[in-house]
């Protein structure tokens, strides 16, 4: 069968996967960062979509199997110097689809385990904020040389010049020269 590619345009949220698989689908598609809640509430904002390619296939193995990649940009926290820091993300990911837990021990190695449904159906914006989630950093920085990391000032280093101390003999010495 030849494949078909869609034009990029939104990616339909649940689909046939089943359906996909047989006619050897392929997706260059986005979604609306707005719409993925998970995600919204991990980063400070997500101002662009997620750009994806998909591919809907029969495995060497016969196994359907859902490949692609993703890209898109998010704004975290810096946790250097705590202001605003945009993150490219991507990533790549080889899924496999099933229906209960034993069909995913079942899968081989290379391939993460995806749950469809009971109607065989998946929820493509879920599974691609599962991999843009897993994507993000443990801690966001800003790259060394852009960091506006506020550094407190160094106090000034006193000498024994500097600061007038009290000596505890001074009384004893006054008390001398009565």
Not at 92 to 106: M, P, T
Not at 169 to 174: P, T
């Amino acid at each position: 069968m030849m494949s078909r590619t869609m034009a990029e345009a939104q990616l339909p949220k649940r689909v046939d996967a089943g359906k996909l698989v047989d006619s050897n689908q392929q997706f260059t598609a986005y979604i609306d960062s707005a719409n993925l809640e998970r995600l919204n509430d991990a980063v400070v904002r997500c101002d662009e979509p997620i750009h994806c390619q998909m591919v809907f296939e029969r495995g060497t193995d016969r196994k359907r199997v859902l490949t692609g990649s993703f890209h898109t940009n998010v704004v975290m926290c810096c946790q250097r110097c705590l202001g605003d820091v945009t993150i490219p993300l991507q990533g790549e990911y080889k899924l496999g689809f099933v229906l209960n837990d034993e069909q995913a021990k079942a899968l081989p190695r290379q391939l993460e385990p995806v749950e469809l449904d009971e109607d065989g159906k998946l929820d493509l914006w879920s599974t691609i904020e599962d991999e843009v989630l897993l994507s993000l950093p443990n801690f966001p920085m800003h790259p060394e040389s852009e960091c506006q990391i506020m550094q407190p000032e160094p106090e000034p280093e006193y000498t024994d010049s500097d600061v007038n101390r009290v000596n505890p003999f001074d009384v004893l010495a006054k008390l001398k020269q009565k």
